[in-house]
């Protein structure tokens, strides 16, 4: 089972605007710096002189941290004094950019907060699209920040709002990004399933911009999601994937987050000398390029390495390095590391030592609970002042309003006339309006009849369907019956008889014959029980659906398929009816892709909550055109359709020639 030791790093760290830009990008980025400067050189103003040094610094970070910094800091402080809104905030996020650079998350969110409010402030006033893009882009730089902290609940909040902003501006770029950051918040909830829907229909919004490095980042974080998920293939798949973009820009940093992936898969499937080897070309990329950001999740992938390895010094080694270099920045971080550390202590028998840990665990902890009451104290009292100056101005308004209203008294006598004419204006109007809302209250009326008539006649093909499936299954039943205790039962009394016939002394002579009967018999036996149990699964009656479904795909070991169930469900399903259709629906995708796809892997995953079933089976079979099957409305195909409405579900199909097929059918509250 693959695991990480901690989901506080699994988060956005590499999604930042700044981060990862190809050899071409880096080279155009240190050609306008070096012109930027001459520029900066030249005998601008001041003025001039400040906007410049943020270009500066926004072109440098990823590349120069310092000469980032530098310029930065220059440009703020210039801004800050001459009160450039429009200025502060490009020096503020840019700024913030830098500390995410130095892993200093914290200092990064309070700056892109800064740079948030003064753009909102702008955007007030005048809403362009040029202003739009700014907010946006510090938006996305404020979740990362945020992820990088474990903050995912502010996080989630900050995605939901700049979603359909990002959307009304066409920017395919900042969707993918904030597709990626939402999938990555729904795997640290563990709500893997819904975190696989937004990794998996993400790379088409990211094949529309040609922002490489982010994409690679997405289709990594989407093979770790795999491993997770125990899907060891559908990983690698993915991880050839990121190769085929990553060769695009061979100078980006993101080949740190590759070969970490990489060297994850090999542990994963007992590969440790092939992960030790990739952890190392990770860590000398983290140094060449300075990106100590993602310096504490290598580190927990070494330690997972060297547990597996049962190397409990190096464990140790790597844990203590992981609180050090967290211990100024994310103290949540080494809060962990120390309850950790204690426990491998603990393991090796130094108490003593255990106790240390566990007593600089508990300071730690509590100074970190500390620091959130006070953060959730200020919180409260900033939503405070803003209720307080909310009802300041609505009694302003009302006040203004008292005053209006005297001027329209004293007005009303000149206004007279006007009145009648827009009373008689506003009778015919609203007698217009009438007329026209009764037209549309009656085609309402008249559409609601037709939906309930569609409804009504829904819900009868559904009962319809319903009775004739007992029907067809109590026949499955009775055939399954006879043929097990009929037919079964004589050819079984024919095997046992021509037994004992081959000790016989008169019969011995023709033993090899006898014996190649009974082997015969046997194979039917086999066959006519298989027939049986596909007729009525004598499992699913007494053991459920998870039985059966596990006793299904064993019988079919012997095919050259390697099939893999994966059953999440904490509850089982009681009503008879339903469990059947599901098995029933299960059995004829299975058949499908061992008949008609020749597939040679197949991966069923049955997920229940108490909210809704989630089906999905996929192949890597040869796949078909859905379309055209679809139009030619086939019995199998219909069978499935109807099955599936029958539990008042939903199913979507994805084939692709000669690549697989994937079939998800969902069901809500069964």
């Known amino acids: 089972m693959y695991f990480r030791i901690t989901r506080l790093v699994f988060s956005v760290f590499l999604l930042h605007l700044f981060l990862g830009q190809s050899l071409l990008g880096q080279q155009t980025a240190i050609s306008k710096i070096d012109s930027l400067e001459l520029l900066l050189n030249a005998g601008d103003n001041e003025f001039q002189k400040a906007y410049r040094m943020s270009e500066i610094a926004k072109e440098a970070s990823g590349i120069d941290s310092r000469k980032a910094f530098d310029y930065a800091r220059r440009a703020v402080s210039f801004f800050e004094k001459d009160g450039d809104s429009l200025g502060i905030g490009k020096a503020y996020t840019t700024l913030g950019g830098v500390h995410f650079d130095y892993n200093e998350m914290s200092i990064a969110e309070e700056y892109e907060k800064k740079a948030k409010y003064i753009f909102e402030k702008l955007i007030e006033k005048d809403s362009t699209p040029e202003l739009l893009k700014l907010w946006s882009d510090v938006m996305l730089n404020l979740t990362a920040s945020l992820g990088n902290q474990g903050k995912s609940v502010e996080e989630m909040k900050y995605l939901l709002e700049l979603a359909p902003v990002v959307k009304q501006l066409k920017d395919y770029k900042s969707s993918a990004i904030i597709n990626t950051n939402l999938a990555i918040a729904f795997f640290n909830e563990e709500r893997l399933l819904k975190a696989y829907a937004y990794f998996k229909g993400n790379d088409a919004n990211y094949e529309k911009t040609d922002a490489y490095s982010q994409y690679s980042i997405d289709r990594l974080l989407f093979a770790n999601c795999l491993l997770q998920m125990d899907s060891i293939q559908g990983a690698k798949n993915v991880l050839d994937n990121s190769l085929t973009i990553l060769n695009k820009i061979p100078e980006s940093s993101t080949w740190q987050m590759y070969h970490q992936t990489l060297g994850v898969l090999y542990r994963e499937t007992g590969h440790y000398d092939l992960a030790l080897k990739e952890f190392e070309t990770s860590i000398k990329i983290i140094e060449e390029k300075k990106a100590y950001g993602v310096l504490s999740q290598q580190y927990l992938e070494y330690i997972t390495l060297h547990k597996k390895l049962g190397n409990i010094e190096m464990e140790k080694e790597y844990m203590l390095k992981f609180y050090e270099l967290n211990i100024e920045n994310n103290p949540p971080r080494s809060a962990y590391a120390l309850k ?20 600089q665990y508990f300071v730690l902890n509590d100074s970190v609970q500390e620091d959130e009451l006070t953060r959730e104290t200020f919180q409260l009292e900033q939503l405070y002042q803003k209720e307080k100056k909310d009802r300041e101005i609505a009694e302003l308004q009302i006040m203004n309003d008292r005053t209006d209203l005297d001027l329209e008294k004293k007005k009303s006598q000149n206004y007279l006339l006007y009145m009648l004419l827009g009373s008689l204006l506003f009778i015919l109007v609203s007698g217009y309006l009438t007329y026209r809302n009764r037209q549309k209250k009656a085609l309402l009326t008249q559409k609601v009849q037709e939906q309930e008539i569609q409804r009504l006649k829904s819900e009868q ?43 016989v002394e008169k019969v011995k002579k023709a033993a090899p014959e006898l014996n190649d009967i009974l082997g015969n018999i046997d194979d039917s036996l086999q066959e006519l029980r298989g027939v049986a149990r596909n007729l009525m699964p004598e499992t699913l009656l007494k053991y459920g659906l998870k039985a059966a479904l596990e006793d299904y795909c064993s019988t079919l070991k012997y095919k050259d398929t390697n099939i893999v169930l994966q059953y999440y469900s904490t509850e089982e399903i009681e009503d008879r009816n339903t469990k059947l259709t599901i098995y029933r629906i299960i059995q004829e995708l299975i058949n499908n892709a061992l008949k008609h796809a020749k597939a040679t892997e197949i991966l069923i995953q049955f997920i229940h909550d108490p909210s809704k079933i989630d089906i999905t089976v996929e192949d890597d079979g040869i796949g078909f055109d859905y379309a055209r099957l679809n139009q030619e409305n086939g019995l199998g195909l219909t069978n499935l359709k109807n099955r599936v409405n029958f539990l008042n579900g939903t199913m979507d199909v994805r084939s692709i020639v000669n690549e697989g097929t994937s079939v998800n059918i969902q069901i809500e509250k069964i």
């Open 340 to 359: 950790e550390l204690a426990k491998m202590e603990d393991r090796s028998g130094n108490v003593k030592k255990a106790m240390e840990y566990v007593n």
């Open 461 to 503: 093909e559904r009962d319809l369907f319903g009775v004739m499936m007992e029907g067809v299954e109590q026949e499955r039943k009775r055939l399954a019956a006879d043929l097990h205790d009929g037919l079964g039962g004589r050819l079984s009394g024919i095997s046992i008889k021509l037994s004992k016939l081959s000790e």
